[in-house]
């Protein structure tokens, strides 16, 4: 069974950073990209970031281009986004997403339960 | 980045009744548009991408056409599950953008 789970969410001033992490569970984790959609309050669904399964290739959002860099770890089958400069409008629920298919088609097929990011002072 | 715009906001709906959600993109996307289902408490679940293709346990009720800019979601005859909110995404350009949705609630 797939499961994604996240961590690292919280209560962050403006400006301050944060490191979100995606735990993956039940598929190859290295055969597939990866994404974080987040959804702030009140909001649509909005992506953030994608990363290739390898590693090698990284897309991001123009809101959040140069403040936030995602990563992986597929020793440990582990997503990250490294969230910095933060700013109010980065107030969402963060969601970490599994590509549908090995050839990258960027729709995603499994999402975890998100963890919440707050930010204010 | 492309927008897509989705229309309407809310969809007032009776069961049995047939849903049709549009969604438009504002450059052409081909046939590279998904769609999403989203309740309350509950991750997004994909229902259908590229030329028709439904993902996995998706019933038959639910289909879509179209492709460039204009695209539809039709429910053939909601059931007391489908009342939710379903997002478009579009997977053709970088950055990925989806619409900012349509709440089928009901009447």
């Known amino acids: 069974e797939v499961q994604l789970l996240e961590s690292g969410g919280g209560l962050v001033q403006p400006g301050g950073s944060l490191r979100l992490s995606c735990a993956a569970s039940g598929f190859t984790f290295s055969n597939y990209a990866m994404t974080w959609v987040r959804q702030a309050p009140g909001k649509g669904l909005e992506w953030v970031s994608g990363i290739s399964g390898s590693g090698d290739s990284t897309e991001y959002a123009d809101s959040v281009k140069g403040r936030f860099t995602i990563s992986r770890d597929n020793s440990k089958n582990t997503l990250f986004l490294q969230m910095n400069s933060l700013r109010a409008e980065d107030t969402a629920v963060y969601y970490c997403a599994k590509d549908l298919s090995q050839l990258e088609l960027r729709l995603f097929d499994y999402w975890g339960q998100g963890t919440l990011v707050t930010v204010s002072s | 980045e492309i927008v897509m715009t989705q229309s309407p906001a809310t969809l007032s709906m009776s069961p049995g009744e047939r849903a049709t959600l549009s969604c438009r993109a504002s450059q052409s996307v081909g046939r590279n548009l998904a769609w999403y289902q989203r309740k309350p408490g509950q991750a997004p679940r994909l229902l259908i991408y590229g030329a028709s293709t439904r993902a996995t346990g998706i019933p038959a009720r639910f289909s879509d056409s179209g492709s460039g800019t204009e695209f539809t979601l039709t429910i053939s005859s909601l059931q007391s599950e489908d009342f939710a909110v379903y997002y478009c995404?579009?997977?053709?350009?970088?950055?990925?953008?989806f619409g900012g949705g349509t709440k089928v609630e009901i009447k």
């Open positions: 995404q579009q997977y053709n350009n970088w950055p990925l953008t």
